[in-house]
């Protein structure tokens, strides 16, 4: 539930409720004051009409519905009066010379009675009391309008107190709001977005913790993106100064291995010496391919070929004929160099670090090629699955001296995106499988 809403139901539910014990303590009250203001009505007419008796009137001109009691015996039923009267409020009434008292009774009415005075008492009585029902007028009807009175109080509660609601809403979300948009703001890139300046106390501290906060981020993400560039133009400038040394060292590390044969010591160290120009090499065009992502001067130029007989030409340039190449045709049009970029560095980590013997199978799809690369080796540790195709990521179990600096499979990975595709790692029963998918790009016009 949002914190609107929950502002907006507490202000509604505090108003009502408050508006119902309000309105139900007074409707109590007032119910009181109705039946007390009924019952005198009833009493005072009785007792103007009583007043008269007590002046020697005639009993019998009392109304039919008018009881008659003499010394305790009931003289007039008046319409049934009589049976209603309660046993303490005749004794009550017995002792006294002149007086009155009422009952409340059941339906809204109310029973009154009187005591005659002495002196005017018929002869032969000692005590002679008249009594009365008497309705209690529109009680009912009062009591009915205080209902609808109170019941349209709390309806009006409730709604004033939404509208108080959605208003303290609007003032306690609006911060909210301010501070989700800045945050957008500085998400999207933008490092100059910042909290106005407000004028609410509480809301001060916040702004300007905020604000000192972006200023701070601000900071550290110069700081960064200075070291980054700066790591970025050493590793480049490195990597364009091997390049000339390398130039004529891997030459001469062919000419060294065709010149060096055999199994003996001069022979072992040529292919130990050509095989470290040749990763040397690698690394160096690694770095170099690095810095060009990163510096975003990457291109792509855009070719028809068949996968299947570009990876089997390139793994055969780097000697690796063991491999064994398999699958249909797959004619796409992507960058040929990117897409032997994927596959050699897939098959290059798969002889390094995997089991042989190591399998290629390209397969057409829909819309573009895939190609799987299978070896026996033991696979990604577990919970360094993802983590591989990150830049100079190595595991525990590859931290030696020929298992390379960890850029082949990020490398990969990017290359693979760039054309459109990506390049996944799963386990296939005993086999380590990678697999690579490139999506058929138009040329550009």
Not at 108 to 120: A, E, F, K, P
Not at 224 to 239: A, G, H, I, T
Not at 380 to 392: I, N, Q
């Amino acid at each position: 539930m949002s914190l609107r809403l929950r502002v907006i139901l507490s202000t509604v539910l505090i108003a009502c409720a408050t508006a119902l014990v309000t309105g139900g303590a007074l409707g109590y009250l007032a119910r009181g004051w109705v039946y007390e203001d009924a019952q005198e009505a009833a009493l005072t007419t009785f007792r103007h009409e009583m007043e008269m008796f007590d002046k020697g009137r005639d009993l019998s001109e009392l109304g039919p519905d008018t009881a008659v009691f003499r010394d305790g015996r009931v003289v007039e039923q008046g319409g049934g009066v009589a049976p209603l009267v309660p046993p303490e409020m005749e004794n009550y009434l017995q002792r006294l010379n002149v007086g009155y008292r009422f009952q409340r009774m059941p339906d809204g009415q109310v029973l009154v009675g009187h005591s005659l005075s002495s002196n005017v008492l018929p002869p032969g009585a000692s005590a002679v009391t008249i009594y009365r029902l008497a309705p209690l007028g529109d009680v009912s009807a009062r009591l009915r309008q205080l209902t609808l009175l109170i019941a349209a109080a709390s309806v009006g509660g409730g709604m004033l107190g939404g509208a108080v609601g959605l208003v303290l809403a609007r003032l306690l979300t609006r911060p909210l709001r301010r501070l989700k948009e800045v945050a957008a703001q500085v998400a999207s890139g933008d490092r100059d977005a910042r909290l106005p300046e407000t004028s609410v106390a509480e809301l001060r501290d916040m702004t300007t913790t905020f604000n000192a906060m972006l200023d701070r981020q601000s900071e550290v993400i110069e700081v960064l993106s200075r070291e980054e560039e700066r790591s970025r133009r050493f590793v480049s400038d490195v990597s364009h100064e091997l390049r000339s040394p390398l130039a004529a060292l891997v030459p001469a590390a062919e000419v060294l291995r065709e010149q060096v044969r055999g199994d003996g010591p001069p022979g072992r160290a040529a292919r130990l010496v050509g095989r470290e120009i040749d990763e040397l090499a690698q690394l160096v065009e690694d770095l170099l391919e690095m810095t060009r992502r990163d510096a975003g001067t990457v291109s792509l130029q855009i070719e028809e070929l068949e996968v299947r007989e570009l990876v089997g030409s390139a793994l055969e340039r780097r000697g690796w004929s063991r491999v064994a190449v398999s699958g249909r045709p797959a004619v796409l049009r992507t960058d040929p160099r990117r897409v032997v970029a994927v596959v050699t560095n897939l098959v290059g980590n798969a002889l390094r670090h995997g089991a042989e013997p190591v399998t290629v199978a390209v397969d057409p799809t829909a819309d573009g090629a895939l190609v799987t690369v299978r070896d026996r080796g033991d696979g990604v540790p577990a919970g360094h699955e993802e983590a591989v195709f990150t830049r100079l990521h190595k595991v525990a179990e590859a931290r030696t001296r020929s298992g390379g600096v960890g850029l082949g499979l990020a490398i990969a990975r990017e290359n693979a995106r760039l054309l459109g595709g990506d390049v996944r790692y799963a386990r296939d029963g005993g086999e380590t499988v990678f697999t690579a998918w490139f999506v058929d790009r138009p040329a550009k016009p």
